[in-house]
């Protein structure tokens, strides 16, 4: 009998119920007076809570068509957003790493990226119960991850929040503001001390090169000039995954470049 199928339908079922569980994260972490365990789920306009049958990660939102059963408001499409990414993240975790242990750590790192990414773009905050934590968590993890090592990890979460903090001061220096607030700076050593101190330069540069296109986009559209506001954590997060499933590849290309096989 072939469990591969059973596996990856384990992995995807997974991933869209700790999606949803996110989703929970995502709107009652920033309110400093909600729980994320209490009370049990229920619709964010009537407050009325939901049965199980609407709580169906995916298919609920396919069931009710996108709105509550309880109230005529519409049911955000982040919902089954968040829940289908990570049923995705999950699969591509299982898919990279296999039945291993280093499988559970970057499950955990790629959940609490999703809550990041989706926070800072509502918020423009990176929760510090979230990456603080995850910093110490990367370091331990690197004792059993047979991905990265302890030494790269603990370079890698100095690096990369002193990289981070060396750039926010000398901005500040320069424009007497602020133009990289402290959440970045942990988010960026937690993703050092996950991914090693060998993912910072690609981190780094596809964060920025992909934010400085979405930022232009922007002030384009707003007319807001220097005074548009872009949340950087997204674009860090968003290149910490690229590189956790394509370190290879970015290595591989990387040496072309460096041996003159490859040219931009």
Same mark, same amino acid.
Request: neutral net charge.
């Given at each position: 009998?072939?469990?591969?199928?059973? $596996?990856?339908?384990?992995?995807?079922? %997974? =991933?869209?119920?700790?999606?949803?569980?996110?989703?929970?994260?995502?709107?009652?972490? *920033?309110?400093?007076?909600?729980?994320?365990?209490? *009370?049990?789920?229920?619709? *964010?306009?009537?407050?009325?809570?939901?049965?199980?049958?609407?709580?169906?990660?995916?298919?609920?939102? $396919?069931?009710?068509?996108?709105?509550?059963?309880?109230? #005529?408001?519409?049911?955000?499409?982040?919902?089954? %957003?968040?829940e289908l990414l990570m049923a995705m993240l999950s699969l591509a975790v299982y898919t990279k790493f296999g039945l291993t242990i280093t499988t559970a750590g970057y499950f955990f790192f790629c959940a609490a990226l999703l809550v990041i990414i989706w926070i800072d773009i509502h918020h423009q905050i990176i929760p510090d119960v979230i990456s603080i934590p995850g910093i110490v968590l990367g370091f331990f993890f690197s004792f059993i991850n047979?991905?990265?090592?302890?030494?790269?990890?603990?370079? =890698?979460?100095?690096?990369?929040?002193?990289?981070?903090?060396?750039?926010?001061?000398?901005?500040?220096? %320069?424009?007497?503001?602020?133009?990289?607030?402290?959440?970045?700076?942990?988010?960026?050593?937690?993703?050092?001390?996950?991914?090693?101190?060998?993912?910072?330069?690609?981190?780094?540069?596809?964060?920025?090169?992909?934010?400085?296109?979405?930022? $232009?986009?922007?002030?384009?559209?707003?007319?807001?000039? =220097?005074?548009?506001?872009?949340?950087?954590? #997204?674009?860090?997060?968003?290149?910490?995954?690229?590189?956790?499933?394509?370190?290879?590849?970015?290595?591989?290309?990387?040496?072309?470049?460096?041996?003159?096989?490859?040219?931009?």
């Amino acid at each position: 009998m072939d469990v591969e199928p059973i $596996i990856i339908s384990f992995f995807l079922a %997974l =991933g869209a119920i700790v999606g949803s569980f996110l989703n929970v994260v995502i709107l009652r972490l *920033p309110a400093e007076d909600q729980s994320i365990a209490f *009370p049990a789920s229920r619709c *964010p306009h009537c407050f009325t809570p939901l049965r199980w049958y609407e709580n169906i990660p995916l298919l609920s939102y $396919i069931f009710l068509r996108g709105r509550c059963r309880h109230c #005529p408001a519409r049911i955000s499409l982040q919902y089954p %957003l968040v829940e289908l990414l990570m049923a995705m993240l999950s699969l591509a975790v299982y898919t990279k790493f296999g039945l291993t242990i280093t499988t559970a750590g970057y499950f955990f790192f790629c959940a609490a990226l999703l809550v990041i990414i989706w926070i800072d773009i509502h918020h423009q905050i990176i929760p510090d119960v979230i990456s603080i934590p995850g910093i110490v968590l990367g370091f331990f993890f690197s004792f059993i991850n047979t991905n990265v090592s302890w030494q790269d990890s603990l370079i =890698g979460l100095f690096i990369g929040g002193g990289i981070l903090y060396a750039i926010a001061i000398a901005y500040y220096l %320069l424009r007497k503001q602020e133009g990289m607030g402290g959440g970045d700076i942990k988010l960026l050593a937690m993703i050092g001390a996950f991914l090693g101190w060998q993912s910072l330069l690609f981190v780094i540069f596809f964060s920025s090169f992909t934010g400085a296109v979405v930022g $232009i986009a922007a002030m384009i559209k707003q007319g807001g000039g =220097g005074a548009s506001r872009i949340p950087f954590g #997204p674009f860090l997060s968003i290149a910490a995954l690229v590189f956790l499933f394509f370190q290879q590849q970015i290595f591989a290309y990387f040496n072309m470049y460096l041996q003159g096989q490859l040219s931009f």
